[in-house]
């Protein structure tokens, strides 16, 4: 049975597995990591970088890995999808019909582009007719370009290339029951998110946001202290500890984690930087629920690196309102040749090479590779004649027309300089808006209950009668305590009731008053009688305990649990 190295690269992480293919049921033969030099992919296009090339040769000799053809798999913003209909046709006909209706498809220079498509099922329109339901793709040809070279750098015979949105779905396909499935692949830089209803892919969407702002902010904090993270050191760490929060918000719940204080901001900042990860992913999750109200989710699990990171499932599932699990059907497959003394790789992260080797969906086709001869060989016939007319033109209108070339030239340049300045305020902008959230972040770990202090003592400016004393004051994190003198004992029924209904803070509990006798004394101290019959002759005294008042129910100032707040 045929081996394939399949390959998923990365902007982070390039993962490789070797296993049979075309296969229903493969076996994995190997399978590793390599971490990926910066800049090396960029949008998809693999850029050449000997040192990255020489890793992993230096691994494939390492693990005696002998197999020769490579498949790859591809994620990239800048390949466009789109799902069309067309009229029930004769195979080999789809795509004459797709190629002459691709400008409606796709509103794009289609020469810098070629068509893929994928058959999702077979639908009838309103008038009855039977039509086919299409996936397509318009995949950059540059993008396809640099994985042929890059098969070339490392001396392997490339078969396939395939989009990570098809291989997703085929490593998945076998484990879908009839349900609505949304598997959500979590990577450093972008996620995918697919939704697969009765064994068909309903909606597919590419987010670019990811763990890499979380496992950056890690390798720059000393939570662990003394030792100095890698990019590949950042991400296990998230694997073996859980570092991510269950919450977005510090005051929406605290766990056992959270009990050391010199760590908690860290955590929190980390988390926090997840925050539009989990933003994008509930709006397609939302976009999809409203208008398909017929196929209610089922299942939503995590895959990719996403899946190994501790706490994430937990803070996608109280954030989105979902139940979010680790998918857990990869766990069928076993590499036959482990290293025990290489870190170990789940085959969530493998998801896609995995995929890619099951069935990829051929982005470079044999049609591809023809029309891309058959270009080569126009393109500088095209060039000639470009250049022999442009001399004549040259020779007839002479220095004229150069110089005027010359001028033209030179004014698009300097309309091109005068728009140096957005690449600055682009700067500007991306570094405020940091500034901002950690700003944001640290005013919400800043967040004290006795925020409301100045309201509570207005309220009692506000609310409280003219012999109304108090005799003590005292505050805490969770609440104060307050003594108070009034003259009689029917005023203070009134103060305590005109107390119960303030808007700050919620009365606890009173502690018992105390009557006392005033004696009045002339200047020198001697007792002497009152001169009026309106000067009391008592004062009660009692102490009031509050607390804040969102907390309802008759607790004491001193339980400070969490069960009480």
Known sequence: MARVLSFEVGQGTTKCVEMDYKTKNPKIYNMFTVETPEEVVQDGVVARNEEFIVAIKSELR??????????????SGRIAN?????????????????????????PVDMNQYHLVYNVLGEAVDENGTKQYRLSLLAVPNDVTTSYLDFSKSLELEIKA????????????????????????????????????????????????????QAIMNLMESDIFEGEELSYAGASRKFVENRIIRPHLNLDAGVSAEDANEEDLMVRVMITESLRYLVGN????????VSRNEDKPLSNIYIVGLGADFQGLPELLSNELGHNIRVYEGLNKF????????????????????????????????NELLKEEKEINLLVPAAFMVIAI?????MVIYGKAKLSAAEKETKEKEETLRSYDYVAEKIANYDATKVTYENLV??????????????????????????????????????????GISVSE????????????????????????????????????????????????????SFTLNYTYKPWTGNISTDDTTEEAK
């Not at 390492?62 to 994620?75: L, N």
């Not at 207005?458 to 609440?479: C, D, Q, R």
């Open 62 to 75: 390492r693990r005696q890995i002998k197999t020769k053809a490579a498949v790859f798999t591809v994620a």
């Open 82 to 106: 789109r799902e069309a209909r067309i009229p029930y046709c004769k195979p080999n006909k789809i795509m004459q019909l797709v190629t002459a209706n691709a400008s409606d498809y796709f």
């Open 161 to 212: 290339i395939d989009y990570v949105g098809n291989s997703v779905f085929q490593a998945v396909r076998e484990d879908i029951a009839g349900n609505t499935t949304a598997f959500l692949k979590i990577e450093e830089h972008a996620s995918l998110i697919t939704i697969v209803h009765q064994g068909e892919i309903v909606l597919q969407r590419q987010i670019a946001h990811g763990l890499n």
């Open 281 to 288: 992913i509930g709006r397609v999750i939302e976009y999809f």
């Open 334 to 365: 076993t590499a036959i040749n482990v290293d025990p003394n290489a870190p170990s790789v789940s085959m969530n992260q493998m998801i896609g090479p995995i995929g890619a080797a099951m069935s990829p969906l051929q982005l470079l086709n």
């Open 389 to 393: 007319v442009a001399a004549i033109i």
């Open 441 to 482: 972040t640290m005013f919400n770990v800043g967040d004290n209950w006795n925020n409301d202090l100045v309201n509570f003592i207005n309220e009692l400016e506000e609310k409280m009668p003219k012999n109304f004393v108090v005799t003590s004051f005292g505050a805490t994190e969770s609440g104060i305590a307050l």
């Open 489 to 540: 004992k029917n005023e203070a029924a009134k103060v305590i009731e005109q107390l119960r209904e303030f808007n700050s803070y919620q009365l606890v509990s009173i502690d018992r008053g105390v009557e006392a006798d005033i004696v009045l004394t002339d200047d020198e101290g001697n007792p002497v009688e009152p001169e009026d019959d309106d000067t009391p002759l008592t004062t009660v």
